[in-house]
């Protein structure tokens, strides 16, 4: 992991980064019914996922969602937080064998209503597969302090 400091006013709208890549596991199957109590039989019964238009077990959208965002954690903004997600869509089916990577595009920043030394940055977060195709989307609202010496 990398620590860098970045105030709201170094934000670009547009600006782009990717993370790198993992590879979804039986293992992260299991595991993640195991916390979250979905032992569905679209997750976890072959013979059954068999029979539905994917032919075979569907990751967990959460699961998903989790994983992506856990790979951007690999930068770490000490003047950030995470104030939520906002329109979380599951796009495609990940399968198991699937390599997942996030990209990450700022896509707003606006005044934080509550908080006059912070701003909210929103970032386009996409989780594609192996073959770039979206599987998973949600926008991420950051709270992120303003500089305070105001250097833009």
Known sequence: MAEQTIYFEDYRTGDVRLTTGRTITETDFVVHAGHTGDFFPHHMDAEFAKTTP?????????????????????????????????????VKPVFIGDTIRTRITIGDKQDDPKRANCGRVVERCEVLNQRDEVVLAADHILIVERNPEGNT
């Not at 994917?54 to 003047?79: C, Y």
Request: charged letters at 10%.
């Open 54 to 90: 994917f032919g075979q077990r569907v990751a967990h959208g959460t699961m998903v969602f989790s994983i992506g965002v856990g790979l951007t954690a690999g930068l770490i903004n000490p003047v950030a937080f995470s104030y939520g997600y906002d329109r979380l869509r599951f």
